[in-house]
């Protein structure tokens, strides 16, 4: 059994954020609904296209990722028929999960109030750009302003030379992260309600996700007045520390190792890059002398890494105590040993490959289903709700659902 088998979620949202929430609650097995609008439904399926990459006909990644496991209404909420139907199924759920912004909720009757005077016990659940409170909390807004550019993250990572902002790595990037945390923070709404009887209104923002993800760096800041300045590309890495930094390796590839503790790890890495006269060189004989010799460390490193490939590098440090890793593409993560161990990368309904969300219960992978298409189980659900074909066709007809 899943954590959330039974738990019924109402997902009011659009784009990447708040329907990423609604994806890992799917796959830690709630029962997800997804209200899209009667008529475009959500502008995230219109996404076709990243940089390069570019997607054709048929199933999409930018809707996949956030969305598989759920099933989709398309239901207009501002006719009096939509809203009839959609107060039904409030009474029935147990999380309520929007991204609509405070005027929105209002105007269509979905605000706490309004949602609580149907099911007192509901879970409220917003994610939304900015925050609840504060002048700017009915402002909107994307992963790439509020997660990326104002909690710090982009200046963070750009250098000071760099004419520009360096953007975030990929689409969604802020939205996935924050939309796990919304998650995380239904399930402890959950819990809570399962212990007290008390539901919650449990509030997540890209902003506050975004400082949350910068955190260590933003308090070391304010410590010291002073913002963190990102390294000129090129650089190693670490000044003292030859062991933490980045090398190239034969095929324009790199290495990235991570060895706080130089001296420990020092012998090893001699004798795992055939180099062990350096063992016993005077000038790296403690962690102290490294750090007085890291410039021609770094050096000697750069050489050696730089005469075998990176899948050379790979297989011949797979025994090194030490913390190291590949830096490795968005493609080249595919045909990761460890990460096809863990199943971190599933088939979603047999269809398309899609990352796995984090969580993981009982040593195992949860098993996804397919997205739905726009509107696919709108019947479906006005059934269960107790509707009969008479009914449906009159609100099909008058367009309160697609």
């Known amino acids: 059994m899943k954590p959330l088998e039974g738990i019924r979620v109402l997902e009011v949202a659009m784009y990447g954020f708040v329907p990423s929430a609604g994806g890992v609650l799917a796959d830690w097995g709630a029962e997800v609904i997804k209200v899209e609008h009667a008529v475009t439904g959500d502008p995230q399926r219109g996404l076709k296209q990243t940089g390069n990459l570019k997607v054709g006909d048929g199933p999409n990644p930018n809707i996949w990722h956030a969305n598989r496991g759920k099933r989709s209404l398309g239901l207009d909420m501002a006719s009096v ?3 009839e139907v959609l107060d039904e199924l409030v009474r029935r759920a147990d999380v309520f999960l929007t991204s609509f ?3 929105s909720r209002q105007k269509l009757g979905i605000d706490v109030e309004d949602i609580r005077a149907l099911n007192p016990k509901i879970i409220y659940a917003r994610g939304s750009a900015l925050g609840p409170r504060g002048p700017e909390s009915d402002k909107g807004g994307f992963d790439m302003t509020a997660f990326w550019a104002r909690a710090s993250s982009a200046a963070s990572i750009t250098p000071r030379s760099h004419k520009g902002m360096t953007p975030p790595p990929g689409p969604a990037y802020g939205d996935t992260i924050s939309g796990t945390n919304l998650a995380g923070g239904i399930a402890a709404a959950l819990f809570r309600r399962e212990r007290t009887g008390e539901p919650s209104v449990v509030d997540v923002s890209l902003l506050g996700s975004g400082l949350w993800a910068m955190g260590q760096t933003i308090a070391l800041s304010l410590l010291l007045d002073e913002a963190l300045q990102a390294p000129e590309p090129g650089g190693h890495g670490s000044p003292s520390n030859p062991l933490s930094g980045l090398y190239r390796t034969s095929d324009d590839r790199f290495l990235s190792l991570v060895m706080l503790q130089p001296g420990r790890y020092w012998a090893d890495v001699c004798r795992h890059i055939d180099r062990p006269e350096l063992i016993d060189d005077p ?3 403690s962690a102290e002398e490294i750090a007085k010799h890291t410039a021609e460390a770094v050096e000697i490193l750069r050489e050696v890494f730089a005469t075998r490939t990176l899948a050379e590098w790979t297989e011949r440090l797979g025994t090194l105590s030490g913390p190291w890793a590949p830096v490795q593409d968005s493609l080249q993560v595919g045909s990761d040993p460890q990460i096809r161990a863990n ?13 796995s969300s984090p969580v993981q219960f009982d040593v195992g992978a949860p098993q996804l289903g397919p997205a739905p298409e726009f509107a696919a189980q709108t019947e479906e659900i006005l059934m269960e709700l107790g509707l009969d074909w008479e009914r449906i066709i009159e609100l099909k007809t008058a367009g309160a659902v697609t």
């Open 343 to 355: 199943e971190y990368l599933l088939s979603a309904a047999g269809e398309m490959e899609v990352v």
């Open 283 to 285: 000038r790296f004989s």
């Open 101 to 103: 912004l405070p005027r």
């Open 81 to 83: 028929e939509g809203k």
